[in-house]
């Protein structure tokens, strides 16, 4: 299947500019289901309800509210209209604006949002340029873009000889580091660390991204193809062992079961 182009925008720093195409680089592959009447199997859909009078309300006839909570658990409400939310949305534009180049372990792997391929847009000796300049500099762009009225920030770098473009989130929903507690409990005695650090030899491996699946997808179109057919099927729960809270005995088990398998 040839990927299809999303969106089309111009990748600019100083006075250079290259047309591109962005191409999403994942997708989504959920089994999705409709919902039915359990008697007739009508399709069924959803309506919003005032809980007071259990009347249908038309989406005309809702505003918006936000409840900014006070110091006594009692909220205040602000109201808006659409016009109103709409005059805030971010003007439309094509520019992928680069602010600025650093190294590529410069912005760690929590600000990671969506990656998408780029391609050209006509100008391939642009195009191409941008690779090689990206590739003899070691560095990639931190660039912004407004896309479909909402604006982004992201990563512009190459994957295996193409520039892609990695959407990143933005600082407010990043949890920081500090916010976590600090571990607590006994560190590891001598034995059971040299027994973890014969289990991570053990398991060290290149990364090989197909044999790792959605299981869950898997059991599922198995028994949608097995209804299709009109099997009968007895469904087994998916459960997987429970941890042991002995540490020195879960890492045995582990190098018994890892040394069989070898």
Do not use: C
């Not at 250079?16 to 859909?45: G, I, N, T």
């Amino acid at each position: 299947m040839t990927a299809r182009a999303i969106w089309k925008g111009v990748i600019r720093f100083g006075e250079v500019k290259v047309p591109v195409k962005l191409y999403s680089a994942v997708q989504d592959r959920s089994v999705h289901f409709r919902l039915l009447h359990a008697k007739d199997h009508s399709p069924v859909k959803q309506a919003m309800v005032n809980p007071e009078t259990d009347e249908i309300v038309p989406y005309a006839e809702t505003r918006r509210g936000y409840v900014i909570e006070g110091r006594t658990g009692e909220g205040s409400l602000v109201m808006f209209d659409q016009k109103e939310l709409d005059a805030l949305e971010p003007e439309s534009e094509r520019d992928i604006e680069v602010i600025r180049f650093m190294p590529p372990e410069a912005i760690d792997h929590r600000w990671y949002d969506r990656p998408y391929y780029l391609g050209p847009d006509g100008s391939e000796s642009a195009y191409f340029a941008l690779a090689e300049a990206l590739e003899h500099s070691g560095r990639e762009g931190l660039a912004r873009w407004v896309m479909r009225k909402k604006s982004y920030v992201g990563a512009l770098r190459l994957y295996s000889g193409v520039p892609i473009l990695m959407s990143l989130r933005h600082e407010e929903q990043v949890v920081p580091m500090d916010a976590l507690e600090p571990p607590k409990g006994k560190a590891l005695d001598a034995r059971e660390l040299d027994m973890a650090r014969q289990l991570i030899g053990m398991l060290e491996a290149e990364f090989e991204p197909e044999e790792y699946h959605d299981e869950y997808r898997a059991r599922v179109l198995e028994l949608i193809e097995a209804k299709r057919q009109g099997k009968s099927v007895k469904v087994t729960p998916f459960r997987r062992p429970e941890p042991s809270e002995d540490l020195s005995k879960a890492l045995e088990a582990s190098l018994k079961k890892e040394r069989k398998r070898a």
